[in-house]
């Protein structure tokens, strides 16, 4: 099996600490791409800033973002986009406000939402050290609901966290699933859960970008740590969880590498590209 293009998440699988690229990580996706394959950057943050870290790589392959909702070459050009309709982020929004959870949208240039993030986000960890003309927009609207006249056909994703009462959480999530059976509804970290319009995952943009670079499913290698990650694994011909990843992301793997901040995805790409 000869793979011709790679997917790689990048929290818990790319990036370390949420920011960072290892050098190994680096070298061995820039000899992938010297080999003729195609990497793509697969994520469930903003295409803003997933755009920064691919051209960090030096990748020229389309980036997919907001969770398989947004596929963007890397000057930009749409490729696919499957925005949320005003009724899906209305029922998002009576959902997280019944459960009183904090929640926003998202964009390619960024954050929507009622109130600041907090300090600790990564969007506002990383605008600190970003040039002027990177930093990834955060909007801060009187009513999020307004958000769909400001930007329609624009929002990609709606975003709800909770780190202290993660059985509401889960309630709230699963009462979504239930109100409106149309959404994509998956979490990327165990405090939070994302939602997308139908037809809006990993695994649906990475089937997507494979039929636009004419490459077949068993030749793709899709790596991934987290629940938002199963859908591309499952598809890949070559699957790769992370040494850190979910149980359920292990159990659907193809191969089990090391760990994000041991340069697993390094490991993968020797293993089935390199060696």
């Known amino acids: 099996m000869t793979i011709k293009l790679i997917c790689i998440d990048m929290d ?4 370390i600490n949420q920011q960072n690229i290892s050098e190994k990580d ?7 791409v010297n080999k003729g394959v195609h990497v793509a950057i697969t994520t469930g943050r903003v295409y803003n800033c997933a755009k920064l870290y691919s051209n960090e790589i030096g990748l020229k392959t389309p980036i997919i973002a907001s969770n398989g909702a947004f596929i963007g070459g890397v000057n930009g050009e749409v490729i696919y986009n499957n925005p949320l309709t005003q009724n899906e982020v209305f029922d998002f ?3 997280t406000n019944k459960y009183n959870l ?4 998202t964009a390619n240039f960024g954050i929507i939402s009622t109130s600041e993030l907090p300090d600790n986000h990564i969007y506002k960890i990383l605008n600190n050290r970003l040039k002027d003309n990177e930093k990834i927009r ?3 609207l009187n009513s999020i609901e307004d958000a769909c006249s400001l930007y329609p056909n624009e929002l990609l994703k709606g975003v709800c966290v909770e780190k202290f009462n993660t059985s509401k959480l889960m309630q709230a999530k699963n009462e979504l699933k239930n109100l409106n059976p149309e959404l994509e509804i998956v979490s990327s970290w165990d405090d939070n859960f994302e939602v997308m319009k139908k037809g809006s995952s990993k695994g649906d ?3 997507y970008l494979a039929e636009y670079l004419n490459i077949k499913s068993d030749e793709v290698m899709c790596i991934g740590d987290s629940e938002n990650d199963l859908s591309m694994i499952k598809y890949a011909g070559i699957g790769v969880a992370m040494g850190n990843a979910i149980d359920t992301v292990k159990a659907c793997a193809q191969y089990i590498t090391d760990t994000n901040t041991n340069s697993g995805v390094s490991k993968a790409i020797e293993k089935f590209i390199l060696d």
Do not use: D, P, R
Not at 26 to 32: D, E, R
Not at 102 to 105: E, H, M
């Open 205 to 207: 943009a990475v089937a």
């Open 26 to 32: 680096k070298l061995a996706i820039q000899m992938a």
């Open 138 to 140: 955060l909007e801060v």
């Open 12 to 15: 818990g699988t790319l990036l």
């Open 93 to 95: 929004l009576k959902i």
């Open 102 to 105: 904090f929640s926003y949208l």
